[in-house]
């Protein structure tokens, strides 16, 4: 089983439609989660942590369900700019260098 | 634009070649990362340096060498490579032991050196 699981899509929205992505893990010790954003032939960059409580980041939801081993994004009011890679991942201590990322789910938004 | 740079952006090589990679940073970061990034298959750490000091080999072949002369740069030397290696090698750093999530503080990539063997 993989440590990280998205589903890779691709998702094709249409614009102003909401989608969202789940991501499951397989270490029950794992602490941190976080969202991070790919484009095309481009480097990740961090979308946004993912806390317990669940957070909202403008049009972006995350949530955590530590029982049930997984996480997910949410995006509301979806833009053509939001058309990218997302990756999943996780740490199961506290330091970056334990992060250990999904294979990502691709978005496409259309007109 | 972002604050680590990669040299070359684009590289093709010869299975008996030697070439380097150069990973250059500008954020005052004292950790440095390697990662590899395959088609369809999810970002590989490869290498951590902290202060300069190798922390982690993630098992990888020695045709790979990694070599940290300060903390702003960061080069991977290759030889002898493989087709199976070509892929995107992405650099980054952050804060060392950094402890996250953290406020203000993540890891930041640079845009990739994408490498093919021939």
């Known amino acids: 089983r993989k440590e990280v699981e998205q589903d890779p899509g691709p998702f094709n929205v249409p614009e102003g439609a909401t989608v969202a992505f789940n991501c499951t893990y397989s270490n029950s010790a794992s602490q941190s989660f976080f969202w991070y954003r790919q484009d095309c032939r481009k480097e990740p960059k961090l979308l946004m942590s993912v806390y317990s409580s669940g957070n909202e980041d403008g049009r972006f939801t995350a949530q955590l369900n530590r029982a049930s081993q997984y996480i997910s994004l949410l995006i509301r009011d979806s833009k053509l700019s939001d058309s990218a890679t997302y990756l999943c991942?996780?740490?199961?201590?506290?330091?970056?260098?334990?992060?250990?990322f999904g294979t990502g789910t691709r978005l496409q938004v259309t007109l | 634009e972002t604050g680590v740079t990669q040299t070359p952006r684009h590289l093709v090589m010869g299975m008996t070649n030697k070439k380097s990679l150069k990973c250059e940073q500008h954020l005052g970061h004292n950790a440095m990362y390697w990662y590899k990034q395959s088609a369809k298959k999810p970002l590989e750490l490869m290498f951590v340096y902290n202060f300069k000091e190798q922390t982690e080999n993630n098992s990888v072949p020695s045709r790979f060498s990694p070599e940290c002369p300060n903390s702003s740069h960061l080069f991977l030397h290759l030889h002898t490579l493989q087709p199976e290696d070509s892929a995107l090698y992405l650099c980054?750093?952050?804060?060392?032991?950094?402890?996250?999530?953290?406020?203000?503080?993540?890891?930041?990539f640079g845009e990739g050196s994408w490498l093919t063997v021939v």
């Open positions: 991942v996780v740490a199961h201590t506290g330091t970056a260098s334990k992060l250990t």
């Open positions: 980054a750093s952050s804060v060392p032991g950094l402890t996250l999530p953290s406020s203000g503080n993540t890891i930041y």
